[in-house]
């Protein structure tokens, strides 16, 4: 047992190439996702020390110093969902965090974009491209926030990181 604990482990931290795609057109919109995510990042890291500004003007029900600490977290998450999009080399457990994180970079935006929607703040900036574009807050950052759900679901459709069999295959042996 310790041996193909063993076996299973190695492969999980050990950086792999990505397995092929479930199909072209989950390659190709993870491409675009995977670009979408880049110029969110790249904007709001080229103004990052006013973006904990935008997200205290949210009114979000959290205290103004984890304002700075989801500015943080936002663009840690975009940047870190980019590499499983690029099908880059990575350890198992890598591809499976990075998915999560293409998913929790969509989700925040689709959060963001109904709470803006739904509460009655004067927001002026969304926020999506930080400080450096400014962007006023509407239904349009509710489709581009479902658009990134569609997409992410689709990359990680098309993606997925499993490979199927490998796991039974090592365990037979």
Same mark, same amino acid.
């Given at each position: 047992?310790?041996?193909?604990?063993?076996?299973?482990?190695?492969?999980?931290?050990?950086?792999?190439?990505?397995?092929?795609?479930?199909?072209?057109?989950?390659?190709?919109?993870?491409?675009?996702?995977?670009?979408?995510?880049?110029? %969110? +990042? $790249? !904007?709001?890291?080229?103004?990052?020390?006013?973006?904990?500004?935008?997200?205290?003007?949210? &009114? @979000?029900?959290? =205290?103004?110093?984890?304002?700075?600490?989801?500015?943080?977290?936002?663009?840690?998450?975009?940047?870190?969902?980019?590499?499983?999009?690029?099908?880059?080399? %990575? +350890? $198992? !457990?890598?591809?499976?965090?990075?998915?999560?994180?293409?998913?929790?970079?969509?989700?925040? &935006? @689709?959060?963001? =974009?109904?709470?803006?929607?739904?509460?009655?703040?004067?927001?002026?900036?969304?926020?999506?491209?930080?400080?450096?574009?400014?962007?006023?807050?509407?239904?349009?950052?509710?489709?581009?926030?479902?658009?990134?759900?569609?997409?992410?679901?689709?990359?990680?459709?098309?993606?997925?990181?499993?490979?199927?069999?490998?796991?039974?295959?090592?365990?037979?042996?």
């Amino acid at each position: 047992m310790h041996q193909v604990y063993t076996k299973i482990m190695s492969g999980f931290v050990k950086a792999q190439e990505a397995a092929a795609p479930k199909s072209t057109w989950g390659s190709y919109l993870a491409i675009v996702y995977a670009a979408l995510l880049v110029i %969110l +990042s $790249v !904007a709001q890291l080229f103004s990052f020390e006013t973006f904990s500004s935008v997200i205290l003007s949210y &009114w @979000l029900p959290v =205290s103004q110093p984890a304002t700075h600490l989801i500015a943080a977290l936002i663009v840690t998450v975009e940047v870190f969902s980019i590499p499983f999009l690029l099908r880059m080399k %990575l +350890s $198992v !457990a890598m591809r499976w965090f990075s998915m999560f994180l293409g998913w929790l970079a969509a989700a925040w &935006w @689709l959060f963001i =974009s109904l709470w803006m929607l739904l509460t009655t703040n004067a927001i002026t900036n969304s926020g999506v491209l930080g400080t450096a574009i400014p962007l006023k807050p509407g239904w349009w950052l509710l489709i581009l926030s479902g658009l990134m759900v569609a997409l992410a679901i689709k990359a990680a459709w098309g993606l997925w990181p499993a490979r199927h069999g490998k796991l039974s295959a090592k365990l037979k042996k």
